[in-house]
DNA sequence: GGTGTACGTTACCGACCGGTAACGCCGCTG
DNA sequence: CAGCGGCGTTACCGGTCGGTAACGTACACC
C-alpha cells in the first residue's frame, strides 16, 4: 500500500548505451508521484499542476498522459487496490489452509503496517469519505472495492466454520477498518489498531463457541 | 449528530409581532447550513460562496459574522462534537449504573443513526480524513475528540471489571469507528455495521471470562 | 540526413477559491 | 426625525483549479 518513490531525480540514465529494461518514462515518474501525493494529502487536495511539477515535468506532458484528472484518480484507485489484494494474498499464503492463522496474520500485518511512517490508514476507504456523489463513477470502484473486501472476509469465517460466518466476517471487518481509520489520528501502533488482533482473537472464539453450544 | 434544516426557506416569520424567541440572524442561517453542507459534502467539498447562498444570504454578509473559513470549520466541529456528545450522554442515561447495557445502548443508538438518510458516518472523524496536515489546528481538535472517545470507552469497560479495559475499550472503539468508517460505503443498515452490537456483546463476555479466569 | 516522437515551455482559457471595499437600503431605537 | 446597526449588492483582488493551443527541441531510428 502507498508508494515510496519521492521524484526530484535530474534524468538520470544517459550514461551507457543500454539501460537493462529502464524506460523512465515521463507517465510512470507522474502515476507514482500521483500515487504518493494522493494518499499523503488527499485526493482533493492534490492539483494535477503540483504532481507534474513534483514529478519534475509539466501540466501539458501531464494530459499527454492522461486524459483527465479523473481518469488518472481512477487509475490510482485501482493501482490501491491492486497492491491491496498482493498485500492481503502475501499475509494469507502464509497459512495454508488454516483460516485462523490466516486471519490473524492479516491483522498482525496491518499493524505492521500501522506502525510505518508514511501510514495514512486505507487509500480506498478514504477515497470513500472524499467523494461524496455516489453516482460518481468513482464511487462505485469503491463500492465494489469494499464489497470483494467484505465477501473476502466472509470465506475466511466461512472456514471457520462457524454458524454464523456473515456475522463474523462483517465484526472482523469492523476491527480492520476501525483500525485504518483510527489511525488517521492516533500515531504509530499508539492508538485502538493495536486491540485488533487480541480482539480478533476472541470474537473468533466467541464465534466458534457459538457453534459448538 | 448533522442537521436537519435543509434551507431555502423564504424567510417566513413576518406575520404576528412576536415571534416566541427566533432571532433568526443571518449568522445562524448560514451557520446551520454550513453544518448541513460540510457534512454531506466535505470540507474541502464546499466554499463559502455556496454555503452563503444556499443560506438565502451572501458572501460578505459571511465575512460579517465569521472570520475566516477556517474559523467556521472549527466551530462547525465543536459544533459536531457537543451534538455528539448529547447523543451519548442521552444513550449512556437510559442505563445508570449498569455498564454493560450502557455500552449496548450506544451501539443500538449507532444502528438507528446508520439507518438514518442523511448519516454520512462520523462528522468528525471524516474531518480527520479530508484534513491532512497534523500540524493544523482542527488536526488537534479532531485527535482531542477521539482520545475523549477513547477514554470514555475505557472507563466503560473499566466499570464491567474486566481484567483489561483498556483492550476492551479499544476493542469496542474499532467496532463503533468501523461502523461509521463502512457506513459511508454501504447504505442504511446493509453493511457490516449491523454486526457491531452483536460482536460487541461476544467481546464483552469474552473479556469478562478472560477476567474471571 | 530526414523524419517522427517524446518531452519541455509559455501563454492562455473560464471557473472557482478565500477574502475585501464601497455603497445603499431597511427597520429599529432614541 | 435622526441615527445606526444588520444586511443585501456589486465589483474587485490575487491565486488556483482543470484543461488546451502552439511552439521549440533533443534524440532515436531508418
Chains 1, 2 share one sequence.
Not at 463474523?168 to 477498518?177: F, H, I, S, V, Y
Request: hydrophobic fraction near 40%; glycine fraction near 8%.
Amino acid at each position: 500500500m502507498s508508494s515510496k518513490q519521492s521524484g526530484m531525480s535530474r534524468d538520470d540514465e544517459g550514461s551507457s548505451g543500454a539501460p537493462p529494461a529502464g524506460k523512465t518514462r515521463v507517465r510512470d515518474r507522474i502515476f507514482d508521484t500521483a500515487c504518493e501525493l494522493f494518499y499523503r494529502r488527499g485526493i482533493h487536495g492534490v492539483g494535477v499542476d503540483a504532481i507534474a511539477a513534483e514529478a519534475g515535468s509539466n501540466k501539458m506532458s501531464f494530459y499527454r498522459s492522461f486524459a483527465s484528472k479523473d481518469a488518472l484518480v481512477t487509475e490510482y484507485l485501482r493501482e490501491q487496490e491492486r497492491e491491496y489484494w498482493v498485500w492481503w494474498d502475501s499475509a494469507v499464503a502464509r497459512h495454508p489452509g488454516e483460516p485462523r492463522r490466516q486471519i490473524e496474520a492479516l491483522f498482525e500485518a496491518q499493524l505492521e503496517f500501522a506502525n510505518t511512517k508514511t501510514c495514512r490508514g486505507c487509500a480506498l476507504g478514504n477515497a470513500a469519505v472524499e467523494i461524496t456523489d455516489e453516482e460518481d463513477a468513482l464511487s462505485n470502484l469503491v463500492r465494489d472495492y469494499k464489497e470483494r473486501v467484505r465477501r473476502r472476509l466472509h470465506e475466511l469465517a466461512g472456514a471457520l466454520e462457524v454458524r454464523d460466518p456473515e456475522g463474523l466476517g462483517d465484526a472482523l471487518m469492523l476491527l480492520m477498518d476501525g483500525g485504518y481509520f483510527t489511525r488517521l489520528v492516533f500515531p504509530g501502533a499508539s492508538g485502538p489498531i493495536a486491540a485488533a488482533l487480541p480482539a480478533a482473537r476472541a470474537l473468533i472464539d466467541a464465534y466458534l463457541q457459538a457453534s459448538s453450544r
